[in-house]
């Protein structure tokens, strides 16, 4: 037993260190691309830094993924950061979609998730869809529209509600049908 715990572990072990050395250049963390807010909505403003570019370091951004195209990182005096805007489109449709960084020098690749909510952002003219026409129950083609035919059959179901029950109250007394 102990030999095949030991086996397993080496085989874990080796595993996870050949996955560690083929993993990409890019990535989230310190040095990934930092997307603020994480969820934005239809016409909100984004902002996107990173510190991997270098200390004076500028990189082009692309949120193609979601409709907004390409735009600049510029390098900034904060922690050696560069950083860069978009709008998200109006059109935007709501999901998670990867935004990416590719730094000027050395071709460095950033990513970051931007989330877009149903809701408009803040101050932004998108407008909030809101939910209109009737609820599918099944129901309304069975009672129609015609007030006259629904108390009709209103007045039927009655009928036999009482009668049923007249019914059944003589078959109680014993007085048969």
């Not at 609820?135 to 035919?149: E, P, Y």
Request: proline share 5%; net charge neutral.
């Amino acid at each position: 037993m102990r030999r095949t715990v030991r086996l397993l572990t080496g085989t874990a072990l080796a595993a996870a260190a050949a996955g560690l050395a083929a993993a990409p250049a890019y990535g989230g963390g310190a040095s990934g691309l930092d997307v603020y807010p994480s969820t934005a909505s239809p016409g909100g403003q984004v902002s996107v830094n990173t510190a991997a570019c270098g200390e004076k370091g500028s990189a082009v951004g692309d949120a193609g993924s979601v409709g907004a195209g390409t735009f600049t990182l510029a390098p900034s005096a904060h922690e050696g950061e560069a950083i860069g805007q978009f709008r998200v489109p109006a059109g935007a449709q709501p999901g998670t979609y990867e935004i990416v960084a590719t730094c000027a020098a050395g071709n460095l690749r950033v990513t970051g998730d931007l989330t877009v909510a149903m809701t408009p952002a803040a101050g932004s003219q998108a407008q909030q869809l809101q939910p209109h026409g009737s609820v599918k129950t099944g129901v309304g083609a069975a009672l129609g529209t015609d007030s006259v035919q629904t108390t009709a059959g209103v007045a039927a179901l009655a009928v036999a509600a009482a009668g049923g029950t007249w019914l059944l109250h003589r078959r109680a007394r014993g007085d048969g049908i």
